[in-house]
């Protein structure tokens, strides 16, 4: 393989790993209050609310539900408006936010489904706030299926952001063009 090539090749890792860690940072950010949200105002829960719950619910499970290419090919005129084009790395990083959040909420929500209601039942008894149950009790409680969300979602990403060079070429595409012009086959 020529340097040229070697070169091409890192850059697309690059990549690859900036989308996948900058998305998965802000699809936290996005996901991990709005799966607390779901979590607390479920029917039964800290502060049940079966309105926004059924609305919150809904509007996962319809984002989830959008096969990501075509959430890809639906936010180009919102990307742009955001980073201000629809091509390359930043542009990029945007439908993968909005298509990992949804799906890191749902899991925030199963991670938090797994605590016992004893715990809450207990901290309710001690007179704690809805907050204080949720920061000091379930956060640090559902941590380990955080970290398996986290997992779970960062791998997803990886996937996507190989469907991210059909809206937006980054390196890996500038590879495969480079090596159909020169006529390279890989080893």
Do not use: H
Request: glycine fraction near 8%.
């Amino acid at each position: 393989m020529s340097e040229a090539m070697m070169w091409l090749l890192l850059r697309g890792v690059w990549e690859t790993l900036a989308m996948t860690f900058v998305s998965g940072f802000f699809g936290f950010v996005l996901g991990l209050p709005v799966g607390v949200l779901l979590y607390v105002t479920r029917p039964g829960q800290i502060v049940a609310n079966a309105k926004l719950y059924r609305t919150l619910s809904a509007l996962v499970n319809i984002f989830r539900s959008i096969p990501f290419i075509i959430l890809l090919v639906w936010m180009i005129p919102f990307t742009r408006v955001i980073v201000g084009t629809s091509i390359g790395l930043q542009a990029a990083i945007v439908p993968l936010t909005v298509g990992a959040a949804p799906f890191i909420a749902r899991m925030v929500e199963n991670a938090l489904l797994e605590i016992p209601t004893g715990l809450i039942e207990a901290s309710r008894a001690m007179g704690a706030t809805p907050l204080q149950i949720v920061r000091k009790v379930l956060l640090p409680e559902a941590l380990p299926g955080l970290v398996n969300a986290a997992t779970i979602t960062l791998i997803t990403l990886v996937g996507y952001s190989a469907m991210g060079g059909a809206v937006a070429p980054v390196a890996w595409v500038r590879l495969v063009i480079s090596m159909a012009i020169l006529d390279i086959t890989p080893p």
